[in-house]
């Protein structure tokens, strides 16, 4: 079974791969994705200055799903950049995700990242957990001016990493946004921002920060991510490949991301809860999936989702 990938014009060995956010900070975490079976060694979103992210607990798994308000815990930009090189020698695409308190900082990290060559760089804008500061994409004209100086300054492919939109004139409005920008790739969905969990036997919120809204993961968020999936895909018409995120266990879940319209995957939730020995299960049953549909290739199954 060939479950290659290929993004704008990188080679991927498989189409699984890890989502930002999730075990991906150290050098630790990231060289043992890079010792895994995943196709690709995506960092978490970076800031200029490292971080310890917001008080615990921040992240809580519950029957279905996951919340998090992490706060953006990371090493700071520079020890990624002095990283790369060495996460370049497992030979596989390395993604590195960047992210930022202001317009300025995303330009500097972007610039500094991108001299280093990473594969592909992922404009984050669409984290939900820091106090004060929007998810950006949900602002138009702030994504927009913000892509537009971030793809001046960056060579390599470059992406974003969006939230879930909930209507269709949004889907429309950002689509011809990422097309004016010349974006390479996109990744769909981010968790969906600000849900709240409460625990049934202490009446209380299961995470600190934030009073207890944080990003939603898992399987719960499955059909949002599919839909987010889909209708970019419906718009860019192959012009723009997407790498679906959301709610993925299985390799049927993979399968239904394929369907919808992604090239690839990327993993959070369950490569939280279930480490890196995940990567080479869901392998396996994409295989299983792709075999018994009569295919040779994740490929052949990117967009065939049929309709009613
Ligand atoms: C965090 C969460 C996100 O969903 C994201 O995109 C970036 C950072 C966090 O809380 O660390």
Do not use: W
Not at 10 to 25: E, H, Q, S
Not at 199 to 209: G, R
Not at 288 to 296: A, D, F, R, Y
């Amino acid at each position: 079974m060939n479950l290659t990938a290929s993004i704008a014009g990188i080679t991927f060995p498989t189409c699984i791969m890890n989502a930002a956010g999730a075990r991906c900070v150290t050098a630790e975490e990231l060289e043992a994705i890079g010792n895994s079976r995943t196709g690709a060694i995506v960092t978490k979103s970076m800031t200029r200055d490292a971080r310890d992210g917001n008080p615990s607990p921040r992240y809580v798994a519950f029957p279905h799903g996951s919340i998090n308000s992490m706060g953006l815990p990371n090493l700071g930009h520079q020890a990624y950049v002095d990283l790369i090189p060495r996460l370049k020698e497992f030979n596989k695409p390395v993604i590195a995700s960047v992210a930022g308190f202001s317009p300025d900082e995303f330009v500097d990290i972007a610039t500094a990242i991108d001299a280093v060559k990473p594969d592909l760089m992922e404009i984050n804008l669409s984290c939900p957990n820091i106090e004060g500061h929007p998810q950006i994409a949900y602002d138009f004209d702030a994504a927009e001016q913000l892509l537009t100086r971030i793809r001046k300054v960056v060579n390599r492919p470059m992406g974003t990493k969006l939230p879930p939109y909930f209507d269709p004139v949004h889907h429309d409005h950002m689509a011809s946004i990422l097309e004016q920008c010349r974006v390479d790739f996109i990744s769909v969905i981010n968790s969906i921002g600000n849900g709240l969990v409460i625990d049934p036997e202490t009446d209380a919120v299961v995470i600190k920060p934030k009073g207890g809204f944080g990003g939603l993961g898992g399987a719960i968020i499955k059909p949002v991510a599919l839909a987010n999936v889909r209708a970019f895909a419906l718009r860019f018409q192959g012009r723009i490949p997407i790498i679906g995120v959301g709610g993925i266990e299985t390799g049927q879940d993979i399968y239904e991301h394929l369907l919808a319209g992604a090239s690839a995957v990327q993993i959070g939730t369950a490569f939280v809860e279930e480490g890196t020995q995940m990567f080479a299960r869901l392998e396996q049953e994409l295989t299983t999936v792709l075999e018994s549909k009569g295919l040779q290739s994740s490929t052949e199954a990117v967009g065939r989702l049929k309709e009613l």
